[in-house]
């Protein structure tokens, strides 16, 4: 489990491993991102009958789900009771394959091999992330989605997609940096996802390399990277310029929203 004094923080719910506070992070000005407020994680699907009463000790009052619709149909969140369940998908207007159909192509390595291998699947991770910032359903997704977490009576909250590492990763990026923590403890935050998820995924991994799928592919769809998330920064600067301007001109989150989301998530360290 991360150290929740300066990070966010792992919650032990083995069947969802990549579940973690947010909070825990000092800002740059000393102040100290609130906890037991605001949790990512990966799709709830996969909570056991075991892990639900802890899952629900949470206490959460919204879970925003932020998987496309065929995902959702595919493996439907399991959610406690007191929960509403919302869904935002902000990969609505994307065009690109999605994580479904990027398992399906894995099923035969030589057409895995030639459409992902090489870096394909990577620059595939580069582009989708940039669409974060960028596309109308992502804009209009994460604007809903942060304008009620300015609300406490929200509160407390999760966010989840499929693996909790892409769209989940850079809402909580985005958050955090609004927030005040630093671009390194952001980043640091965010390649976490790898020690949870990969585990959570070897046997996937090696199964599909035993079968003659490169192993960078796998590596390249089921973890993360640091340049994915640099690509949604690079995305937000050259759009919007900063962090304060993505929330206020790309999701519609004004000053007073800044305040908001600060006044709810930032105490004194």
């Given at each position: 489990?991360?150290?929740?004094?300066?990070?966010?923080?792992?919650?032990?719910?083995?069947?969802?491993?990549?579940?973690?506070?947010?909070?825990?992070?000092?800002?740059?000005?000393?102040?100290?991102?609130?906890?037991?407020?605001?949790?990512?994680?990966?799709?709830?699907?996969?909570?056991?009958?075991?892990?639900?009463?802890?899952?629900?000790?949470?206490?959460?009052?919204?879970?925003?789900?932020?998987?496309?619709?065929?995902?959702?149909?595919?493996?439907?969140?399991?959610?406690?009771?007191?929960?509403?369940?919302?869904?935002?998908?902000?990969?609505?207007?994307?065009?690109?394959?999605?994580?479904?159909?990027?398992?399906?192509?894995?099923?035969?390595?030589?057409?895995?091999?030639?459409?992902?291998?090489?870096?394909?699947?990577?620059?595939?991770?580069?582009?989708?992330?940039?669409?974060?910032?960028?596309?109308?359903?992502?804009?209009?997704?994460?604007?809903?989605?942060?304008?009620?977490?300015?609300?406490?009576?929200?509160?407390?909250?999760?966010?989840?997609?499929?693996?909790?590492?892409?769209?989940?990763?850079?809402?909580?990026?985005?958050?955090?940096?609004?927030?005040?923590?630093?671009?390194?403890?952001?980043?640091?935050?965010?390649?976490?996802?790898?020690?949870?998820?990969?585990?959570?995924?070897?046997?996937?991994?090696?199964?599909?390399?035993?079968?003659?799928?490169?192993?960078?592919?796998?590596?390249?769809?089921?973890?993360?990277?640091?340049?994915?998330?640099?690509?949604?920064?690079?995305?937000?600067?050259?759009?919007?310029?900063?962090?304060e301007d993505y929330f206020a001109k790309g999701l519609g989150i004004d000053q007073a929203g800044h305040e908001a989301l600060r006044q709810c998530f930032v105490e004194k360290a």
């Open positions: 489990m991360a150290d929740p004094s300066n990070g966010s923080s792992q919650i032990t719910i083995h069947s969802a491993p990549n579940l973690r506070d947010i909070g825990g992070h000092i800002t740059e000005d000393g102040q100290r991102v609130r906890t037991g407020l605001l949790y990512r994680s990966e799709q709830l699907s996969g909570i056991s009958d075991a892990d639900m009463p802890a899952f629900a000790q949470l206490g959460l009052k919204k879970i925003y789900d932020l998987r496309t619709a065929s995902e959702r149909a595919a493996k439907p969140d399991r959610v406690p009771a007191g929960a509403q369940d919302v869904v935002e998908d902000v990969l609505a207007d994307a065009n690109q394959a999605g994580p479904a159909q990027l398992f399906q192509l894995l099923a035969d390595p030589h057409k895995a091999n030639a459409a992902l291998g090489a870096g394909k699947a990577a620059a595939m991770f580069t582009k989708s992330y940039s669409e974060l910032v960028s596309l109308p359903s992502a804009r209009t997704g994460f604007a809903q989605m942060f304008g009620e977490l300015a609300d406490e009576n929200n509160l407390p909250a999760l966010f989840h997609c499929t693996t909790g590492k892409d769209r989940t990763g850079w809402a909580a990026a985005a958050l955090l940096t609004l927030l005040g923590v630093s671009h390194e403890q952001v980043v640091q935050d965010y390649l976490h996802s790898n020690d949870y998820i990969l585990p959570e995924y070897q046997a996937m991994i090696d199964k599909y390399t035993a079968a003659g799928v490169e192993k960078d592919i796998l590596l390249s769809i089921l973890g993360v990277r640091q340049e994915y998330l640099e690509a949604s920064f690079k995305e937000m600067h050259d759009k919007f310029g900063s962090i």
